[in-house]
T-cell receptor
């Protein structure tokens, strides 16, 4: 069964450093997403990406964040200068559709645990 | 901005009985709802979904009910199994049709053998 994969599973970085989190979405999916979950809190939307551009981003997704689909398979989230409060689980997801009344499923990867020290 | 709420942080059920997980929402523009199951250190796993034009969707042991007038949905698991023990999240698609999911806080289900 196709699945979303993410690397690395755990990333430790020092405050102020840049990190790149990598994802390989399901191959025939068209919509790509990043979410995060701070320990003990709900899963929060960061950004959605379609047709090589951002379709929606949350207030969390400020200028320190960027996304890219550098080739036909990878989808990356870059945090330019990490802060302590960026420590969280980051989940990549993908879907064939983006909502509406048609059947819709968004599939998640296993996550990358980012620890900023 | 808690547009999707799961008011019960935890639920404990005996194996073989029914588990009912509840979710409320405030935005009447939501048009699709999903339930996810999550184990520790894993990503959310899609379980079942429902469009706002329906009031019920069933898949094996899982049934989701939607009451639009009450802005309430519930997930029924019958019969419950110990392997169902996990955190369950309800999520709604925002009205923007960009695929943004808005999650509830989650309910931890424990199914006792």
């Amino acid at each position: 069964e196709p699945e979303v994969t993410q690397t690395p599973s755990h990333q430790v970085t020092q405050m102020g450093q840049e990190v790149i989190l990598r994802c390989v979405p399901i191959s025939n999916h068209l919509y790509f997403y990043w979410y995060r979950q701070i320990l003990g809190q709900k899963v929060e939307f960061l950004v959605s990406f379609y047709n090589n551009e951002i379709s929606e981003k949350s207030e969390i997704f400020d200028d320190q964040f960027s996304v890219e689909r550098p080739d036909g398979s990878n989808f990356t989230l870059k945090i330019r200068s990490t802060k302590l409060e960026d420590s969280a689980m980051y989940f990549c997801a993908s879907s064939l559709e983006a909502g509406g009344f048609q059947p819709y499923e968004q599939y998640f990867g296993p996550g990358t645990r980012l620890t900023v020290t | 901005d808690q547009q999707v709420k799961q008011n019960s942080p935890s639920l404990s059920v005996q194996e073989g009985r029914i588990s009912i997980l509840n979710c409320d929402y405030t935005n009447s523009m939501f048009d699709y709802f999903l339930w996810y199951k999550k184990y520790p250190a894993e990503g959310p796993t899609f379980l079942i979904s429902i469009s706002s034009i329906k009031d019920k969707n069933e898949d094996g042991r899982f049934t989701v009910f939607l009451n639009k007038s009450a802005k309430h949905l519930s997930l029924h698991i019958v019969p419950s199994q110990p392997g169902d023990s996990a955190v369950y999240f309800c999520a709604a698609i925002g009205s923007s049709n960009t695929g943004k999911l808005i999650f509830g806080q989650g309910t931890t289900l424990q199914v006792k053998p």
